[in-house]
């Protein structure tokens, strides 16, 4: 590691030929070797975006101060010796009142890591009082002593707006709102993190739109303005994720710094059960809530073939307390993006939508190939999904011999079978929704018979047979399947068609009627139930007859390719239980059944001869039984607490407190309550069960975020410093809780639930 004299002589010692001075609007700065921080903005004001008056004093200021001892090195802090000579190399006179000095050092905005915070900037600062102006130079040129590798020392100084609101924005490519805190005057104790401000969403803008007139922004006269900066910054930039603070003051909303994105927002996005509480359990076995999940790019990538332009990360589905759930702002973003009414997916799957959304024209002509190419999938889906039903039934034939091989064969199926419904599912709902409107929709589907239909009409033959045979029905009754051989041909025909379906099918730990036919066996006790005959055919029904043609075959191949889905489904359960008993022989689980008890990352470990111990087995039995407890809302927001919903408050020796989630992970212990950094844990603190609360946090909390095993700030907005810092090491972390450090005390037992914002004060007993 180099010294601190060996990085200043390295620079000191040759005195650079490069200008002291760039002119923000240039256009020169990437050119002369200038970082990310001042660059950007260089290159923002040239575009014409409204960056105030502002000087790059470059890393060759720094080195000529430092060669001509016009300032010192001393205890790690820079001291100007000449303050007259110092300001003299800024020559610039021209300037306003005041003006901010800022870091622009090349370590800053970079694309992995941002050092929001880290060094220093002083605001207010009258340019022409030399003292104070060579003051607050050094201060800003000290802050970069702190940082341990080699980096160019260029300084921002920027005229300061009078803002009357102020704050930071962030514009991310897979959100079709940007995401904005903001507060009245400057910003500097927003980004710090000393005020939480206020927090909205603004629609994006595109390049042709302008902002619509409504009550937000009658109120807050500002908000049109920074949609418009916004809009234009995506148009200088790109439609990449950016990071943005802004000053408005009263009639012009300025550009104050731009960086990219290091890791991005978590937003409280709305959440749906949709059909997975048809076809799965509440809750689903963990395997098939895992597998589910880990399923999400893939289905979500059957929209993105059509327009790579939709979300990239965001995940579809996402789990809570083992289950899984549709993003469904993500499904009305893309709805919003295409132009297209965002109720078709909130009418379609249930739910509301955070920014309710009618037809776009403009965006509609503007991806009229896209919405192109999406009906044509729809015209081709029948056919399509008839091709794939032989691939299904070719490739299940032979899942795998290993775990990993047979997750792999079911993560492909489960793809397969979902991207097909969605072209089929979109086919059907149309001429569907037209029939029903036309009053003809009943008098058409009471004289179709999918193969879903034919699981019940196939047992009539056995419940016929059973109703005039008293000792078939007796035999039912006790629960045995009757060797009369009429009926063993029937039950056999009916299970080698049927027998791989199942009840909650689509989790593959459920068993196929096969396995447990107990279901069809009571069913069979029961005599058959008198078909109603078919309404009488109309002559609005035989026209509508083209219609209902394209409706019913899509609907008859929806459920064709999920009767062939569950024979794949059937196999590769075979095969997953036949290696399930390899298992238990080996010790490595305690029953065939015990394998859906695991995660699919789990199984994957049984096949490195992973042995879980007792312990292990205990304490996943009680997280399902505590799951199987809970019900949770069909519809809620990320940041909804699910607790509340779902268990009484008054739950004795727990209370909770709400905050704003920064990462996910969930981490009991006991609490660390700081006002300030401490170097050391406190005696009897242990790293991995510490959660530091605090009332605020920046970059100087970072040696105190390595002892820690999550972080609970009192103060602070999304996108404060301190939050941004949290959010890119992975810590879990919440902030904004509100009084946190007046609630909990040293040595609390806390639950911290990072992913859905809130901290559970645990009794002593628990």
Known sequence: ????????????????????????????????????????????????????????????????????QLIVVSHNTVVPTDSDALRSLFSVQTLPRYVAIRSAFSAEDGANSSLAGFFTSQ??????????????????????????????????????????????????????????????????????????????????????ERPKQGKRSQQQPFVARLQVLLRDVRQVFGVQDWDIEWADDGTRCWLIQIRPVTCMTRRNEVFTVAN????????????????????????????RRFDPELPLQRPFIEVFDNRPF??????????????????????????????DSGVNIGRVVRKSLVLSGMGIAQLRSVPHAQKTMQTILTTTKHPGTTFSECIEMLRWLY???????????????????LLRRLGVLAEHSARQQTIATTMYTDLVLLQELVASDTTLREALERGKIPQHSQFQTLWNAYLVKHGHRGIYESDIARPRYREDPTPLLTMLVYPPRTMLKP?????????????????????????????????????????????????VTRGALPSREALWMLDIAEVRQLDQQWVPDMSFWEQRTQQIDQSRQRVLPDLFHRFDDLDQDSTPQSVQGIQRLKGISLTTGDVRGQVWVLNEPQPELPEGFLPEHTILVARSVDAGWIPVFA???????????????????????????????????QWLKDGDAVILRAGSGMVERVAENK
Not at 42 to 54: E, F, I, K, N, T
Not at 133 to 148: C, D, G
Not at 547 to 573: C, D
């Open 1 to 68: 590691m180099t010294t601190l004299p060996q990085r200043l002589n390295g620079t000191a010692k040759r005195i650079n030929a490069a200008p002291h001075t760039i002119q923000v609007g240039s256009g020169i700065a990437t050119q002369s070797g200038i970082g990310n921080k001042a660059a950007l903005l260089d290159h923002a004001a040239q575009a014409g975006l409204p960056v105030p008056q502002a000087y790059i004093l470059t890393d060759a200021m720094w080195q000529h101060a430092l060669a001509e």
């Open 415 to 433: 793809t397969t079978l979902v991207t097909e419904m969605f072209a089929l599912v979109t086919a059907m709902s149309g001429p569907t929704a």
């Open 326 to 355: 549709i993003n469904l702002s993500l499904m009305t973003d893309m709805m919003r993006i295409l132009g297209l009414p965002s109720r078709l997916v909130t009418n379609s799957i249930g739910g509301e939508s955070a920014q």
């Open 276 to 303: 997975h509480k048809e076809i799965l359990p509440d809750p689903p076995s963990r395997f098939m809530t895992s597998l589910v999940a880990s399923c999400a790019n893939g289905l979500f990538a059957y929209y």
């Open 535 to 583: 309404p009488t055919r109309t002559l609005f029904g035989h026209l509508t007859s083209p219609l209902w043609w394209q409706a019913s075959r899509a609907m008859q191949t929806r459920e064709e390719i999920r009767y062939t889905a569950m024979i794949g489904f059937a196999r590769i359960r075979e095969s997953l239980l036949s290696l399930a008993d390899a298992a």
């Open 123 to 208: 605001l207010w600062v009258p340019p022409h009082n030399t003292a104070r102006f060579a003051e607050a130079l050094s201060a800003v040129w000290s802050s970069s002593l702190r940082y341990e590798q080699p980096l160019r020392r260029d300084v921002l100084v920027m005229g300061m707006v009078t803002a009357r609101h102020a704050g930071v924005a962030f514009t991310e490519r897979d959100f079709e709102d940007d995401l904005i805190n903001f507060t009245a005057g400057t910003a500097e104790d927003l980004v710090s993190g000393a005020v939480a401000g206020e927090a909205l969403s603004l629609a994006k803008l595109r390049i042709w």
């Open 707 to 741: 002892r820690v095993a999550g972080v609970i700030v009192e103060i602070g907005g999304d996108l404060s410093h301190g939050s941004i810092i949290l959010r890119e090491i992975g810590l879990p972390a919440i902030t904004n809780v509100s009084q946190a450090t």
